[in-house]
């Protein structure tokens, strides 16, 4: 039923505490102000190109007959109608759009979509696939059709409202003027279903039952028996190396046919899904008007500060309405250098990866450290490459599991004190020898800060399948391996090969005093425990078989822009 009222939307908020700002150069006095009410349409339909009818909540500004604004869409399958009654917080992670109170304000249209067979959208859901791009494709050409559309349409919204926004992008819909996606992956096999060759269980076994849960045991339920009845966990498995049917079946980001003007906003703690996509997004796309910004702190902590809408406003008003904000006078890169889990400091750069990076090399040591009491194997990490051959082996069965949701470490190499503060920004690439009794082994590396009182900061993380160890020349640097996922290359039981692990990317000031800590663990306890994690594995270091770190060490800049800390 097609339904319309007058009232302005009272959006429930759980209580966020906001661990990062976004900064804003400017003042704010040219930018759209708050001056209109909210219509708000429910269940309108939108016809797509096979005739199903997709249901979008609308709201748009209460204003004169014949104004026309411009659209900000959102399509997920979280349920639209939730994003009325639930907060932002924590076990409620479905929150991820724009709040249509604060936008419709300021002169935007609002839609959000839900995806077919899912919410009160009927069809067979069919999550994250080219079937949803181009459904998303038919709904912004209608939004820019409508009496109330000024013809320009722009995407928003956090994680699965981002990563489809990579998607459709891809399919060049006419009528899509900018991008924002905020915190979404871009190469769901890559950045999200199989990190390094090892299926997210963890996440996927929770996430799949919570989206399923929300449509079938909600009093929100629609009436349709079709609804998220994918066997999508089922479709991963048995998709489980990279093929074509992650791009034609699922949907991938076609970086080279991106090039609508994006502003893509990451997070340095998004290593578990979202942070690779938003700098990949951003370089490979071949968007001629392109922004990076990486921030820190909660998932959606940044998109709902005032700080956060600012900025997403100077762009929108600069993209969507012709307003001069000054956000393309600035420089394209914008980053949050961590000196902690979440305080950083802002600061403008011209490209990534930064030029001026002095990639450094840190060899794995066998030598006895004295730092982590309670890793398998305390040892150092030097930037002096040891002469003789040495190995350390550890065993990889189930007391490597038990360890690892212990958060007990396999093997730590540890540096001596800095004597300087060192800024450790980039791309990492962890070079090892291995070999296992076994026919194949995973790796788990974490790159962390010890501060000087003892404390562990964890900075980013990387995982690898040694059996997907196969490189693409075309896409492979000596700083960031990429992997082709293309076919298995077991090992042969004893045999010594060479794999790269790549750890994702980083932002983080090492201090005078504290240490560079690299944890390759076994397990995480979270990701598929595969059959043959039951011998022992050993990695190798020194002499003709030397296993090293590629660290990205950035030196301070001329001029230096750093914006004040946030916290």
């Not at 908020?13 to 909210?38: F, K």
């Not at 009654?85 to 076990?91: G, K, S, T, Y």
């Not at 079709?226 to 190396?241: C, K, Q, T, V």
């Not at 900061?457 to 990387?462: F, Q």
Request: charged residues 20%.
């Amino acid at each position: 039923m097609h339904k319309v009222s007058r009232f302005c939307v009272s959006m429930v908020l759980g209580a966020c505490a906001i661990a990062v700002t976004v900064p804003v150069a400017l003042a704010q006095d040219n930018l759209s102000q708050p001056e209109y009410g909210v219509i708000f349409e429910q269940d309108v339909p939108i016809r797509v190109r096979d005739g199903t009818v997709l249901r979008a909540d609308v709201y748009r500004p209460d204003a004169a007959a014949g104004m026309h604004f411009p659209v900000l869409m959102s399509m997920s399958a979280y349920q639209k109608s939730l994003d009325r009654i639930l907060p932002h917080d924590a076990p409620f992670t479905h929150v991820e759009r724009p709040e249509p109170e604060w936008w419709t304000a300021r002169g935007y249209v609002l839609v959000f979509v839900d995806t077919r067979g899912t919410g009160t959208s009927p069809g067979q859901s069919d999550i994250w696939s080219m079937q949803e791009a181009r459904d998303y494709y038919d709904a912004i050409e209608w939004a820019a059709d409508q009496g109330w559309s000024s013809g320009k349409v722009g995407l928003v919204g956090v994680s699965y409202y981002a990563i489809t926004q990579w998607n459709v992008a891809s399919l060049r819909p006419p009528s899509l003027t900018t991008i924002v996606p905020w915190e979404g992956w871009a190469d769901m096999y890559r950045d999200s279903v199989f990190h390094g060759g090892v299926f997210n269980q963890g996440f996927y076994g929770r996430w799949w039952l919570d989206v399923r849960g929300k449509q079938l045991l909600e009093n929100t339920r629609a009436d349709n028996s079709a609804a998220l009845s994918e066997d999508l966990i089922y479709n991963f498995l048995a998709h489980h190396m990279d093929s074509p049917w992650w791009d034609e079946v699922k949907a991938r980001a076609q970086p080279n046919q991106i090039t609508v003007p994006l502003y893509s906003s990451g997070n340095w703690q998004g290593w578990n899904h979202h942070m690779r996509g938003n700098i990949d997004g951003f370089v490979r796309s071949a968007s001629a008007n392109k922004k990076l910004q990486m921030h820190t702190g909660g998932h959606v902590d940044a998109f709902y500060s005032d700080e956060g809408k600012q900025e997403m406003l100077r762009w929108y008003d600069y993209w969507l309405k012709d307003i001069d904000t000054g956000i393309m006078d600035e420089p394209p890169v914008k980053l949050c250098i961590r000196t902690g889990e979440e305080a950083c400091t802002w600061r403008f750069e011209d490209e990534w990866p930064l030029a001026r990076t002095q990639y450094t090399t840190y060899y794995l040591t066998a030598a006895r450290a004295g730092v982590v009491d309670d890793a398998i194997h305390d040892v150092s990490l030097s930037t002096s490459a040891p002469r003789r051959e040495n190995e350390l082996t550890y065993a990889s069965g189930p007391e490597a599991y038990r360890r690892a949701r212990q958060g007990l470490p396999t093997m730590s190499f540890t540096t001596e004190p800095l004597a300087a503060d060192v800024e450790i920004t980039g791309h990492i690439n962890l070079v090892m020898w291995v070999s296992s009794e076994t026919d194949d082994l995973d790796v788990f590396a974490y790159l962390r800060k010890v501060n000087p009182d003892g404390s562990v900061v964890t900075a980013t993380r990387g995982i690898l399948q040694a059996s997907h160890r196969k490189l693409d020349p075309a896409l492979s640097t000596p700083y960031r391996p990429y992997h082709t996922h293309d076919e298995e290359q077991k090992l042969t039981p004893g045999e010594v090969v060479p794999i790269e692990v790549e750890i994702w990317a980083t932002s983080m000031i090492f201090e005078a005093g504290s240490r560079i800590r690299l944890d390759v663990n076994a397990h995480d306890g979270q990701h598929y425990f595969a059959a043959y994690n039951l011998g022992d594995n050993t990695v190798y270091t020194g002499g003709d078989r030397a296993s090293y770190l590629v660290l990205p060490i950035v030196p301070p800049k001329d001029g230096d822009s750093s914006m004040s800390m946030n916290r």
